[in-house]
């Protein structure tokens, strides 16, 4: 069974700050990772993926994720956020590059006061 | 040009009633995906299919069946609707070999009275 898991439901901040957006997994095995953003009243698009080699990947936006195999996670990460940058964030794993066994985490809305 | 869309965009229907939610990709893809989308429960996947003519279960397929009749579209039926199927359905669109990677449409509201 694998599981995605995102502790914060909700995270506030302000415009230039930094942000990290949790993202935790539970499986032994081998394992693809995403994040995607979600506007309000939108569809789903995909931020950036990790499978293997450096840890940290890099997306659109500035946006940047670190896996770590010791922890379980795959956090996500902005330098200075925009307030564009508010939206519904999801972590998403699955064990291989079929069709199946992809799982969403819960998603965390992040709002970036101006 | 939005590469995966659905239609319609907001649907309400009765219960009991029929409802075909309609996806379409022009990406090329090989796999498509429905799911839903409540508040608490983040997006669970319904049905996907990897290719024309062929659909599987997902995590929760009780109650609807799906259709792919071609490389470019892929339903969702839901022959006998109910209230608790009032959610937000999304179509995705995938290549075979990157599931982690998918293209999703702009969604439909479905709301069942």
């Known amino acids: 069974t694998q599981t995605v898991s995102q502790s914060d439901a909700h995270v506030t901040v302000f415009e230039g700050d930094s942000v990290e957006l949790r993202c935790n997994y539970s499986?032994?095995?081998?394992?693809?990772l995403s994040w995607y953003i979600q506007h309000h009243g939108r569809g789903l698009q995909f931020l950036l993926k990790?499978?293997?080699?450096?840890?940290v990947v890099q997306g659109v936006n500035g946006f940047e994720a670190e896996f770590s195999k010791s922890d379980s996670s795959f956090h996500l990460r902005k330098a200075s956020v925009h307030w564009s940058d508010s939206a519904v964030y999801f972590c998403a794993a699955s064990m291989n590059t079929g069709y199946q066994n992809f799982y969403f985490g819960k998603g965390t809305s992040l709002t970036v006061i101006p | 040009e939005a590469a995966v869309t659905q239609s319609p965009r907001n649907k309400v229907a009765v219960t009991g009633g029929k409802v075909t939610l309609s996806c379409n990709q022009t990406n090329n893809h090989n796999n498509m995906y429905w799911y839903r989308q409540d508040t608490g429960h983040g997006l669970r996947l319904i049905h996907y299919?990897?290719?024309?003519?062929?659909?599987e279960k997902g995590d929760i397929p009780d109650g609807y069946k799906a259709s792919r009749p071609s490389q470019e579209n892929f339903s969702l039926i839901l022959e006998l609707a109910t209230p608790s199927q009032t959610s937000v359905y999304f179509c995705a669109s995938g290549d075979a070999y990157s599931s982690y990677e998918q293209y999703f449409g702009p969604g439909t509201r479905l709301t069942v009275l």
């Open positions: 499986y032994g095995g081998s394992i693809y």
């Open positions: 990790y499978y293997s080699g450096n840890p």
């Open positions: 299919s990897y290719g024309a003519g062929s659909t």
